[in-house]
């Protein structure tokens, strides 16, 4: 019965979450899509690509943390460090992304090994399997709450359910992003989300080497 | 994009009598009279002075508009004048009031931050998903307060869609003086997917500031931190957006615009401008290209500052959604092929009655907003010289 009501717990807490997980991986999600092919299927297709990285990358750190004792809180160096990598890693995929899309020409074009745009055959899941891994351990809010609660529970085991249910829980906010497979895909939105992905590379980028080498931002 | 051709000798439409252009200057003196000499404003004697240079200032313009015909040169010397004059009263008010033209992060907290209309598409969706203004200023001061602020951009971009950027917007007048000083541009090859900037702006902007919760543009992007205010710099960060913002301000306010004498931050980088552009499609006023008389010479296309016609464009007999409205491609027409027009009534329907309507609109916004601007720099340069 206890254990029912932490999974509960966990589903609600991801449901209430849900804005802040969309917030947060709304800079990566979103141009990413928007240079998929139109349709709802491969968007479908990649979200649950994404998701399943995502997911993954949850699980990941949590077991991690577990075994080291520091899901509750991070140590702040170690915390900074990661974060700053994960920064870098995204803008990375994202530049390698927006330059893949270069030769897209709306409906069916040939990608690059990362983008899952083009051919049925040349098609990919390792341009948003790469963004729902790094999403999915870049510490967001929701993420850091979840992990704190899911550390009061009694073993590795069931910290990985609750994180699993907390998933389940953000994932149902993904799911009108399947409605962007909708907008008919041309030159002009294929452009502008090329050059969305390398505007916010370069700001994941800028922010994570200012974390890397230690500096803090906007001031404070 | 650009085309070589040589520029005939305009042929302009004959000017209107001097009474009647008179009695239609009329109202929008009445207008003039009614905003800036209206309760509440200064009263001492500079202040009035600059009340009367304002209101003359606008209503000669109107009534040369009205006189020749034209409409692009005159709404040039205002948008020119809004745009050099805004930092003038800006900044003396902000260093008067702070002693910098640094915001301190004390003023943000607590929430003193003027409020200017560019972050308003930022704001919309940390709004509905969370019901918080990201942005550090107060809702309903009147001194450059986010309700007012908003209320009066949703109004007059209801009626004006994006001829917001050229009567109302005080930053794009400086790039748009720059673009007018060189005779010829010395680049002319410009590849048109650039117009698509402001728009990879504007999505990236959004996207970030809703992950960020603060304006992201006004944090990392805004060349016009570079004549207006500032996060004040206290580490290493700061210092990059500091440079960020004065560089972006060199390169697309005043090298570009001197280099291709087109206004290349509103073309290729507003995100506030893409987002105008959205409202083109309500508005009631759009520039029609009359398919029977264009040539097409191209002439009109190499008029406009802002890239908003293209070869397929004018083959439809219609601009780009992010048309401006400035009437540069309606003056640059030797066969008056290129039209004021409103929605809704036959394509070259009276053209002229057409013009009139936008620009009683447009003006009568231009004397509220620029106006007000105008007035504020002159009385400030008064103040320094007398």
């Known amino acids: 019965m206890a254990v029912s009501v932490h999974f509960g717990e966990a589903l609600a807490l991801g449901l209430a979450s849900g804005p802040a997980c ?29 998701l399943g990285a995502r997911l993954a990358g949850y699980l990941l750190f949590a077991a ?7 899901l509750v809180s991070l140590p702040p160096g170690p915390r900074v460090l990661l974060m700053g990598a994960v920064n870098v890693l995204l ?20 990608g690059s090994q990362l983008v899952n745009i083009g051919e049925k055959k040349n098609r990919r899941a390792a341009g948003p399997a790469a963004l729902g891994l790094l999403t999915g351990l870049s510490l967001c809010p929701p993420f850091v709450a979840a992990g704190v609660r899911a550390a009061e529970l009694g073993s590795v085991a069931q910290a990985l359910l609750f994180f699993f249910f907390f998933f389940i829980g953000t994932s149902v906010w993904f799911m009108p992003f399947i409605s962007f497979g909708c907008i008919a895909r041309n030159e ?33 | 994009m650009a085309t070589n051709i040589q520029l005939p000798r305009l ?12 009695l239609l200057t009329l109202p929008i003196f009445i207008w003039s009279l009614l905003m800036l000499f209206r309760p509440g404003m200064d009263t001492d004697l500079k202040s009035r002075i600059a009340a009367t240079i304002t209101t003359i200032f606008m209503t000669v313009l109107f009534f040369m508009m009205m006189r020749t015909g034209s409409t692009y040169r005159w709404r040039r010397i205002f948008f020119v004048s809004v745009g050099v004059l805004f930092p003038v009263g800006f900044i003396y008010n902000i260093v008067l009031a702070r002693g910098t033209m640094g915001i301190p992060l004390e003023e943000m907290i607590a929430g003193r931050t003027p409020f200017c209309f560019m972050p308003i598409p930022m704001l919309i ?42 009567y109302a917007c005080f930053f794009g007048g400086i790039e748009e003086g720059v673009a007018a000083i060189p005779a010829r541009a010395r680049i002319r090859k410009l590849d048109p997917r650039w117009r698509y900037g402001p728009w990879a702006v504007l999505l990236a902007m959004v996207l970030l500031s809703l992950a960020l919760f ?19 710099a206290r580490n290493t960060i700061g210092l990059v957006q500091n440079g960020i913002f004065v560089l972006l301000f060199a390169g697309l306010v005043i090298a ?28 009631a006023f759009e520039i029609k290209i009359d398919k029977g008389r264009c040539k097409p010479c191209l002439l009109c296309q190499n008029a406009c500052p802002n890239l908003s016609l293209s070869k397929e464009s004018i083959a439809r007999g219609e601009t780009l959604m992010s048309c401006m409205k400035c009437g540069a491609c309606v003056d640059a027409c030797p066969r008056q092929a290129v039209v004021w027009h409103i929605k809704g009534t036959e394509a070259a329907c009276k053209p002229e009655r057409a013009r009139l309507m936008f620009l009683y609109a447009a003006w009568a916004m231009a004397v509220m907003f620029g106006g007000t601007i105008i007035y504020g720099g002159v009385a400030t340069i008064l103040h320094f010289i007398a």
């Open chain 1, 22 to 50: 969309i917030a947060a991986c709304g800079p990566v999600v979103v141009p990413s899509l928007l240079t998929e092919r139109a349709g709802l299927r491969p968007h479908a297709r990649y979200l649950s690509v994404f």
């Open chain 2, 11 to 22: 042929t302009r439409p004959e000017p209107r009598g001097i009474g009647w252009s008179l």
């Open chain 2, 256 to 283: 570009l615009p001197f280099l291709t004498k087109k206004r290349t931050q509103c073309s290729f980088f507003c995100p506030f401008g893409a987002f105008q552009s959205i409202f083109n499609k309500i508005s």
């Open chain 2, 125 to 166: 969706l940390p709004a509905a998903l969370t019901k918080t203004l990201i942005f550090p200023g107060t809702i309903a001061s009147t001194n450059h307060g986010i309700a007012p602020m908003v209320g009066m951009w949703l109004a007059l971009t209801l009626v004006l869609g994006k001829g917001w950027c050229s």
């Open chain 2, 214 to 232: 603060e304006p992201a543009y006004c944090m990392w992007l805004c060349p016009f931190k570079a004549v207006s205010e500032y996060v004040t």
């Open chain 1, 64 to 70: 991690v943390a577990w075994e080291i004792g520091a």
């Open chain 1, 188 to 220: 002009a939105v294929i452009t502008v989300a090329r050059m969305a992905m390398a505007l916010i590379a370069l700001y994941y980028i800028s922010l994570g080497i200012a974390m890397l080498i230690g500096r803090k931002a906007y001031g404070y």
């Open chain 1, 91 to 110: 803008a990375g995929v994202l530049i390698w992304y927006a330059w893949s899309a270069r030769s897209l020409c709306g409906s069916s074009c040939v």
